[in-house]
């Protein structure tokens, strides 16, 4: 039989254990939030996906992952911001532009190459060229003949100043020897009703299901598409090469970047969770149905995919003596 001392002495121990668990799991913090930064407005394509990927990101890496839009500037202020985060919990995504373009247009508060990491490209987009309600024409051709009868009386919206809609658009202009007037936005969201409410006469916009089901009931029209050949969902689109525009004719890359700061183990790990994320049916189905092409890989080849687009796309801007507005 227990004496009182024994007794009082495994009490002390029963109450100090009670005391120190609530300490203990008060101590167990919740895993810090992931930030997916969206360089352009909310809605569109690259918001869409972006938050397709955070829901699954989350499952997969056991915490919250919370997606973040800063539009403006051609995708350059989301990409500012994600240079100078500086921790392994912030990533980009986006069309690869605000890091390969963008800053051989406009000058930037961030070096692409040395404040950004690339992580994984995830797909490439074609840019279709569209007329809205306002324009009056049904070709190509027609477009470039309202042009020339009438300098700057048609005007074309692009994602923004320096984005790769901005560039074909100047391609455009410089070897048809016209003057289409650009009109830049955030991004691509609030582009497709502005141009079925007739703000601006034409468009570059990525290939997405609502404005492939725009096109197929005639309320946008399908000139012209960037793709390294027509396209099977919209086999009577001639690309942008067809029809003597090979400079123009390009496709949007799209893919996730890190702050510079974050560790080669860290960016290898996401890359293969991302791959994974990718891979998955409900993922990328949606976006092959609606035309885009799946091109994941591994760091290193995105790296240098990213590298090459900056020094190719710096030759074109000299050449086109592309400048900001």
Do not use: W
């Amino acid at each position: 039989m227990l004496n009182f001392k024994q007794i009082a002495g495994l009490c002390a121990v029963a109450a100090a254990c009670a005391m120190n668990a609530p300490a203990q799991a008060q101590t167990a913090a919740p895993a810090q939030p992931m930030t997916i930064v969206v360089p352009y407005g909310a809605g569109g394509i690259v918001d869409n996906t972006a938050r397709a990927f955070a829901q699954k990101l989350a499952v997969e890496l056991s915490r919250p992952v919370v997606v973040e839009n800063r539009g403006g500037a051609g995708g350059m202020i989301g990409m500012n911001t994600v240079a100078r985060a500086h921790d392994e919990n912030t990533l980009a995504f986006t069309a690869v532009s605000p890091v390969t373009l963008s800053p051989h247009v406009m000058k930037t508060l961030y070096d692409p190459l040395k404040d950004l990491a690339p992580v994984a490209s995830i797909m490439y987009s074609p840019v279709y060229l569209v007329g809205g309600p306002k324009f009056t024409g049904k070709t190509f051709k027609d477009m470039l003949d309202q042009a020339k009868a009438d300098p700057g009386g048609l005007s074309l919206a692009t994602a923004g100043v320096g984005s790769l809609g901005h560039l074909m658009l100047e391609q455009i202009n410089g070897q048809a020897g016209v003057r289409i007037t650009h009109v830049p936005y955030k991004g691509m969201a609030q582009m497709v009703p502005d141009a079925l409410g007739g703000q601006f006469t034409l468009m570059l916009v990525n290939a997405s299901g609502p404005v492939n089901a725009l096109i197929g009931e005639g309320k946008l029209k399908l000139l012209a598409v960037g793709s390294p050949a027509r396209l099977p969902g919209l086999p009577d689109a001639p690309t942008l090469a067809e029809l003597g525009y090979p400079l123009a004719n390009m496709t949007s890359t799209f893919g996730f970047f890190a702050p510079a700061s974050t560790s080669p183990e860290v960016r290898a790990r996401m890359n293969a969770v991302l791959n994974k994320v990718a891979a998955m049916p409900d993922i990328s189905k949606p976006l092959t149905d609606s035309l885009n092409i799946m091109s994941t890989g591994t760091v290193e080849a995105f790296t240098a995919q990213v590298q090459k687009e900056y020094a190719d796309n710096g030759k074109i801007v000299k050449q086109a003596n592309i400048r900001s507005e």
